[in-house]
């Protein structure tokens, strides 16, 4: 009750949930003693597969026993998830202290809520000097609270496609101008960028950062994979190769992160050997990305089916999504909540070959789009139904033996199915 009542007053501090500057977050800095300048940083950006890297860089750390703090946005299910130091999220009390230090020190100056939250995340890490910090970037970097160091380890460049561009005037709404706006301020230092969907965008990155004096690394040219057989996959740079096996997360795309996350760590020359990373991929923690749900109450309603959660929520996570899902020899079922802001008919035009689609509401989200609207944004798939809630969805579902359900769409629609469950 007392963090939720300090979080309540945290998002009064702003009238608006994003204003994109650097001034405010700067400013709070300043008076907290510029954190940000006393702790080691890897950085994250892009628009997919943030999260999936910094899980793996995670994993394979901890294996090393490096302790690592870690901050990511947005969480799942509680605001703790993105407060990780020491290898431990902090507890409620743990981290309403934290709050109210730094609201002190604020003093009810103007500041976003996301802002606020990262002064707080920083002015913790500055305790953990030796601790390696994996920091996920917000909206479109740039601009964004994450970018106000004055030297990083390295920059990590994940797949960039279009999403939020309803934050983009209309005339600048491209890929470039995303592109851009991610890439243009990158620090100098390891610049590695993984995977990407199409030839135009690597080399849009490349153009973009062409002036920029870090040692830089591309997927296909400096560090690579291939797949393997019985449960292996090889993994190539230019310190050797490793045979390394299939990790404990779905998805082939989850290959492009990993490959990235150890070109970083290997790039780094970090006290890690091949047994840490080759550990460390086989224990990766992803909460809503591709996670089977294999007990729990929404669970229960599937009975002997497979129910697999998945929050991603643009067109090129549900292009990746639905190649997943090709691999598959079942029929699938699609339950889809998405927000307001989204390409909602771009999303859902790259998923084929489903058996049935019901849209729903997504709880506590005033700017979710309501599921009887994404029913008519998809009025050109027959058959499509909607269920006011995840349970009745669930149960409308006309499930056979080995057919497999999958709810997707929304980061905050995953996390309330984890919640219910």
């Known amino acids: 009750m007392k963090l939720q009542k300090i979080l309540n007053r945290l998002q009064k501090l702003h009238p608006k949930e994003i204003d994109l500057s650097l001034d405010r977050i700067k400013n709070l800095c300043k008076k907290l003693g510029n954190p940000q300048n006393k702790i080691k940083v890897i950085s994250v950006v892009g628009t997919n597969g943030k999260q999936s890297t910094i899980n793996a860089i995670f994993s394979i750390l ?111 709404q ?83 992160n990993i490959s990235a996350a150890i070109a970083t760590l290997r790039q780094l020359k970090l006290i890690i050997n091949d047994q840490d990373i080759k550990k460390g991929i086989a224990k990766i923690k992803s909460i809503g990305r591709l996670q089977e749900i294999n007990s729990g109450k929404l669970k229960n309603l599937v009975r002997n089916n497979k129910l697999i959660l998945d929050g991603t929520h643009n067109e090129d996570g549900s292009r990746v999504l639905n190649e997943y899902l090709q691999t598959l020899d079942c029929k699938k079922h699609l339950i889809i909540g998405m927000m307001a802001n989204k390409d909602h008919q771009k999303f859902i035009s790259y998923f084929k070959d489903f058996s049935s689609l019901t849209t729903i509401d997504i709880p506590n989200q005033p700017n979710a789009i309501s599921g009887k609207n994404l029913r008519k944004k998809f009025k050109n798939i027959s058959n499509v139904k909607y269920k006011k809630s995840i349970k009745e969805a669930i149960k409308s579902v006309p499930l056979k033996e080995n057919d497999l359900l999958i709810i997707t769409g929304s980061l905050y629609l995953a996390g309330e199915v984890l919640n219910l469950n």
Request: net charge negative; with cysteine; hydrophobic share 35%.
């Open 62 to 172: 901890k294996e090393a026993k490096i302790k690592c703090n870690v901050y990511t946005s947005p969480h799942i299910q509680r605001i703790n998830e993105r407060f990780v130091f020491n290898n431990l999220e902090l507890n409620d009390n743990e981290l309403s202290d934290l709050f109210e230090e730094v609201e002190k020190v604020n003093n009810n100056q103007l500041i976003t809520f996301f802002e606020i939250l990262t002064a707080c995340y920083l002015h913790k890490a500055a305790q953990y000097p030796n601790n390696i910090n994996l920091i996920e970037a917000g909206l479109f970097h740039r601009f964004d609270a994450t970018n106000i160091f004055e030297n990083n380890l390295a920059s990590i460049v994940t797949s960039i496609s279009k999403d939020h561009l309803d934050w983009l005037p209309k005339n600048k």
């Open 174 to 256: 491209t890929i470039e101008k995303i592109i851009f706006e991610k890439t243009s301020s990158l620090l100098s230092s390891n610049i590695i960028v993984s995977k990407q969907n199409t030839k135009n965008t690597i080399e849009c990155i490349k153009k973009t950062i062409s002036k920029n004096s870090s040692n830089k690394l591309f997927f296909n040219e400096d560090f690579s994979y291939s797949n393997g057989e019985n449960g292996f996959f090889y993994y190539e740079d230019k310190f050797g190769g490793l045979k390394l096996p299939l990790p404990n997360i779905l998805g082939q795309f989850q290959l492009d």
